[in-house]
Nanobody, 130 residues
Framework: QLRLVESGGGLVQPGGSLRLSCAAS????????IGWFRQAPGKDHEGVSC????????NYKDSVKGRFTISRDDAANTVYLQMNSLRPEDTAVYYC???????????????????????WGQGTQVTVSS
């Protein structure tokens, strides 16, 4: 089965850190641009960050710029999202996507739902609360 599997979520206090992982099952990520999204209850999904297949291009939404870092390890077939200085408004389900056509840029986040990308995961819950 071809899918992405996210892990690393949890409960953290404001100001804390988490590192999310996005691992591919049944295919390799090395030729694909990867994106991270999040969806809070009652809200639309929101693009967070993306990285190109080479790792040479990254993009961050303003709400996470300077706090989150995206990276990839193709040997491990995994993309990471390091999240520092977490805030309560970062609370959401985080999921990753991969697409054979969409390139990492502001336009990567244009799709309205995860299933509009070639591959997506079920997500991992991040809760930021004291």
């Amino acid at each position: 089965q071809l899918r992405l599997v996210e892990s690393g979520g949890g409960l953290v206090q404001p100001g804390g850190s988490l590192r999310l992982s996005c691992a591919a099952s049944g295919f390799t990520l090395d030729s694909l641009d990867i994106g991270w999204f999040r969806q809070a209850p009652g809200k639309d999904h929101e693009g967070v960050s993306c990285i190109s297949s080479s790792g040479g291009t990254t993009n961050y939404k303003d709400s996470v710029k300077g706090r989150f870092t995206i990276s990839r390890d193709d040997a491990a077939n995994t993309v990471y999202l390091q999240m520092n200085s977490l805030r309560p408004e970062d609370t959401a389900v985080y999921y990753c996507t991969a697409d054979r056509v969409m390139a990492c840029s502001e336009s990567y986040y244009a799709q309205k739902a995860r299933y509009e990308y070639d591959y997506w995961g079920q997500g991992t819950q991040v809760t930021v609360s004291s």
